[in-house]
C-alpha cells in the first residue's frame, strides 16, 4: 500500500512540474473580436429601447483602452435590410459609425495579455426620425476597436437581428 501512495505522489508531483512550467498563450499584439450577444430591451409604453452589445476580446500586448484624456476607441457601424436591400445606416448623410471610449484595461504586472469581455449599452440602437425603418426590417452591425497604438482589430460582423 505504500508504494502506491509513493508512486501516486511522484505521478502528481510530475504532473504539477508540467503543467506549472507550461507557457502562456502567445496571443496576437493585433486585437481580436468575437460576437457574444446583442440584447434588445424594448418599452413600448414608455417609447424607450435599449440594446446591450457585448462582444469578446483578445489582445496580445494589452494596449486597450485609453490613458489620459478619453478618446474614441470602440466603433459601432449598423446596417439594416428593409426588402432585402442592405443599406448603410446614417443620419442624413452624416456619419453612420457611433464611438465609445473605453478606458484603460492594461493588467499590472509584466503579463500584459488581455482577454475579456465588452458590453455596451446602446440607447437608442435606432434613434427617432433618423431612418425610414419598419417593423419586422433587420439590423445588423459592424463592430471594431482600435488599440492605443492605433491597430485595428478585426471587423466583426453580427448576426442579424428583427426590429420589434
Not at 1 to 6: A, D
Not at 25 to 52: H, K, M, R, W
Given at each position: ?6 508512486s ?56 486597450v ?33 457611433f ?66
Open positions: 500500500m505504500g508504494r502506491l501512495f509513493i501516486f505522489l511522484t505521478l502528481l508531483s510530475i504532473s504539477l512540474l508540467f503543467t506549472s512550467c507550461a507557457k502562456k498563450e502567445n496571443l496576437p499584439a493585433t486585437p481580436v473580436l468575437t460576437f457574444n450577444s446583442f440584447n434588445q430591451y424594448l418599452n413600448l409604453t414608455a417609447g424607450q429601447d435599449s440594446d446591450i452589445m457585448v462582444v469578446n476580446f483578445t489582445d496580445g500586448n494589452g494596449d483602452g485609453y490613458i489620459g484624456e478619453p478618446q474614441n476607441n470602440f466603433f459601432i457601424k449598423m446596417l439594416w435590410d428593409s426588402c432585402h436591400h442592405i443599406k448603410l445606416f446614417n443620419n442624413s448623410g452624416g456619419d453612420s459609425v464611438s465609445y471610449q473605453i478606458p484603460n484595461l492594461t493588467p499590472a504586472g509584466s503579463n500584459k495579455q488581455l482577454t475579456g469581455i465588452i458590453k455596451i449599452n446602446m440607447n437608442p440602437y435606432v434613434p427617432t426620425g433618423i431612418v425610414n425603418y419598419v417593423q419586422g426590417d433587420t439590423i445588423l452591425f459592424d463592430v471594431w476597436l482600435v488599440d492605443r497604438s492605433g491597430i485595428k482589430s478585426n471587423i466583426l460582423t453580427t448576426p442579424q437581428y428583427i426590429i420589434p
